[in-house]
């Protein structure tokens, strides 16, 4: 039996849509059948530069469906379950991998591959071998289809965010800057976790109208980043602000947050737009933590889809079928996805 897969060709490449052999699983693997795999910005990195991932696999880490075949000795599943996959696939020997947080495997450089979209054969398919079932977290009765986002654009800012409670008390402030697929979760996350002050920064207003939508009280467009500096400087007054989340990672929106933050506070890049914080005395100022948080771990993608059953958060979907997949990433380079794209099959 053949499936329709998107295909990772080279750097450089478009993606392909293809036909592949329907996949079999073998001992310890778990075949599932594709639901939604949500359309990632860092995808048209790994399209657009060499992140030392090298071709031909399927795209898709943000994945989500139905168990449709168990391999040999696999148990505690049965078909028809539905599931989201845990996205980064670590050695799951060492230490770290045996906490859950197999995103920061000690032996993530011996493995060949970040997972499945990432080296790895990806969701954007209508069917998904995982390697082990330990990378199965059930869904229980949320839909696949929009649950599958919380796998990254809700865990990876979650991660980010489960660090800093300690520091978002009812006097701070935290600036989100790209309300995209993982700003929009982010300030959903923000609003259920934390009594702090929220700020939005993005370039486009379309954006700001969903974070303002998402309950965000203050929104600066960050393109005249002179003027949302001032403006943001205005509002946190001189203690700066608390934490600054940076989910596009450029020069510009680095340098906004090294320009915002206070003392003692957290500055966390996770977009992969390649800026750099620049260090000089007091620059970010003391005590500033300077963190580079990645996905997250197991139990926190658990955590989060406890936060979408009990309805505290809701991924703003836009799906098309598996086919649309190249126009989909344009229209995700054009900027002109709101909230999260997920290609159904
Ligand atoms: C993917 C590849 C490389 C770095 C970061 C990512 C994220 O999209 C995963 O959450
Ligand atoms: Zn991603
Ligand atoms: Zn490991």
């Keep these: 039996m053949k499936m329709k897969a998107v295909r990772f060709i080279q ?9 592949l ?3 079999t699983p073998g001992p310890g693997q778990v075949l599932l059948k594709i639901a939604g795999a949500g359309v990632c910005h860092s995808d048209l990195h790994i399209l657009d530069e060499p992140l030392g991932l090298s071709g031909p696999f399927t795209l898709g880490h943000e994945n989500a469906g139905h168990v449709a075949a ?17 996205g980064p696939w670590g050695c799951g020997r060492c230490h770290t991998c045996q906490t859950s947080a197999e995103n920061y495997c000690e032996n993530h450089a011996l493995l060949g591959t970040m997972g499945g979209g990432l080296g790895s054969d990806g969701g954007m398919a209508e069917y998904m071998l995982v390697p082990s079932a330990r990378q199965l977290v059930p869904l229980g009765k949320l839909d696949p289809v929009t649950a599958a986002p919380l796998s990254d654009a809700a865990l990876t800012p979650y991660h980010a965010i489960k660090t800093a409670l300690p520091m978002l008390t009812p006097d701070a402030s935290v600036l989100v800057i790209g309300i995209g697929g993982l700003g929009h979760m982010a300030v959903q996350l923000l609003k259920a976790l934390t009594p702090a002050t ?5 370039i486009d207003d379309s954006k700001l109208a969903h974070a303002r939508h998402l309950g965000v009280a203050h929104t600066f467009n960050t393109r005249d980043g002179d003027a949302a500096l001032e403006g943001i400087k205005q509002l946190v007054g001189p203690r700066g602000v608390t934490v600054v989340l940076d989910f596009v990672g450029a020069q510009a929106t ?20 390649g800026g750099v914080v620049h260090h000089a005395a007091n620059r ?15 139990t926190e993608l ?23 997949a190249v126009q989909v990433y344009q229209w995700l380079r054009e900027g002109k996805v709101r909230g999260r794209a997920v290609l159904t099959p």
């Design 11 to 19: 750097t450089g490449k478009p993606a392909e849509v293809v036909d």
């Design 21 to 23: 052999p329907k996949p």
């Design 70 to 86: 168990l391999g040999q000795g696999v148990e505690g599943w049965k078909e028809g379950d539905a599931v989201a996959v845990y």
């Design 198 to 202: 929220l700020i939005a920064g993005d």
């Design 254 to 273: 680095v340098d906004l947050g090294a320009q915002v933050v206070g003392r003692n506070s957290r500055l966390s890049v996770v977009g992969l737009g």
């Design 284 to 298: 970010p100022p003391y005590g500033c933590q300077v963190t580079v948080p990645y996905w997250g771990s197991r």
């Design 302 to 324: 658990m955590e989060v889809i406890a936060l979408a059953e009990a309805g505290r958060i809701q991924v703003d979907v836009q799906s098309h079928p598996l086919e649309q």
